[in-house]
Nanobody
């Protein structure tokens, strides 16, 4: 069974931090590019961050640069999203997705060419 499961979401005050995890099962992420996306109520899904299969390439949306960090641990079949200095506008359901290596990053940042998607984890930033 192929599955991506996000965890680590919750309620946090502005300025706080959360670390999201994305655990893959049924396949190994070694040869997959991984992306994080988010969707707020009434908004389209938007790109947050991505990391290449080898871990030597990362990219971030302008809105999260300097605050979020994506990383991966292939031995644990897990990808992480460290979120610091959280803002109200970060409130959304966060999804991870996996794409076989070789897909153009221009497509990946738009949410295209992903083979697998997780169910999402809710992040709420509020005082």
């Amino acid at each position: 069974q192929v599955r991506l499961v996000e965890s680590g979401g919750g309620l946090v005050q502005p300025g706080g931090s959360l670390r999201l995890s994305c655990v893959a099962s049924g396949f190994t992420i070694d040869n997959y590019d991984i992306g994080w996306f988010r969707q707020a109520p009434g908004r389209e899904r938007e790109f947050v961050a991505t990391i290449g299969w080898g871990g030597n390439y990362t990219d971030y949306a302008d809105s999260v640069k300097g605050r979020f960090t994506i990383s991966r641990d292939n031995a644990k079949n897990t990808v992480y999203l460290q979120m610091n200095s959280l803002k109200d506008d970060d409130t959304a359901v966060y999804y991870c997705a996996a794409a076989v290596s070789g897909a153009p990053f221009a497509a990946l940042v738009r949410g295209y060419r992903y083979n697998y998607w997780g169910q999402g984890t809710q992040v709420t930033v509020s005082s």
